[in-house]
């Protein structure tokens, strides 16, 4: 079977490899470059995704691609000593930074390395499981999602923070931005710049907000809502487990 990375066909199993080999070329600069190539505002996109996901007091949460630990920390904040926050992501080195960022914020989280298509957990485990910039990466997202919804509780959330289709006036712009910025940014900043390439190209391979919905809905999610922000650069998806 073949998917996609970026605009290329590779073997399904060969994805995950390529993708690991991105994050692990830029993890030590992954923190300056979205700050710059966003303009900070994946912060405000964050801060969104946190507020639409609600965690409450003393809840169990599952951060899945939790990547440096942005939404984690935030999320461990709101639902407090008597509640936990679980990192989870597939690439090493990205979940040692995160772990690493946590602790010097004083917070002790569990970290977890898995595939987020087989996540390791007991169904029924969480009361909300996020993730933020991350499916688009994933090799197989319906089984992702379908993982996602096994291990939240029935009436458990789900809130996915994604790149996702800009609205078409911008297009042109957005793409000039996209494939002639970015890459040029990543090498002079990162030193890598077919990794952000690869970005601009994951991010049109992306299923737009629609689809991306009914996705959602197929892996048993319910009461699906989208909020489009920055004109359709990013989105947000919440759904309920049945």
Same mark, same amino acid.
């Given at each position: ?51 639409? +996901? ?17 939404? +984690? ?14 990192? +989870? ?154």
């Amino acid at each position: 079977m073949k998917t996609h990375f970026g605009f290329q066909e590779v073997p399904e199993e060969e994805k995950a490899r390529r993708v690991g080999g991105v994050f692990d070329r830029v993890a030590h600069r992954y923190d300056v470059m979205n700050d710059l190539m966003s303009l900070g505002l994946h912060r405000l996109w964050k801060k969104f995704a946190l507020d639409v +996901a609600r965690p409450r007091p003393g809840e169990r949460i599952l951060d899945v691609a939790a990547g440096s630990g942005d939404l +984690a920390r935030a999320l461990a904040r709101r639902v407090g000593d008597g509640g936990e926050v679980c990192m +989870a992501d597939l690439n090493a080195r990205m979940l040692a930074r995160g772990r690493d960022r946590l602790l010097d914020a004083g917070l002790a989280l569990p970290a977890v390395q898995c595939d987020a298509e087989r996540l390791p957990f007991a169904s029924g485990a969480f009361d909300c499981v996020t993730v933020a910039f991350g499916l688009r990466n994933m090799t197989r997202k319906e089984a992702a999602l379908g993982e996602m919804a096994r291990v939240l509780r029935p009436g458990g959330r789900v809130v996915v923070l994604e790149f996702s289709r800009v609205w078409k006036p911008l297009q042109p712009a957005y793409d000039a931005y996209s494939f002639r910025v970015l890459p040029w940014l990543g090498q002079r900043v990162a030193g890598d710049g077919q990794a952000y390439r690869y970005l601009a190209e994951s991010i049109r391979m992306h299923p737009d907000q629609a689809a991306l919905t009914a996705m959602l809905e197929q892996s048993g999610f319910s009461a699906v809502q989208v909020f489009n922000l920055a004109a359709g650069v990013v989105a947000v998806h919440r759904g309920t487990r049945f």
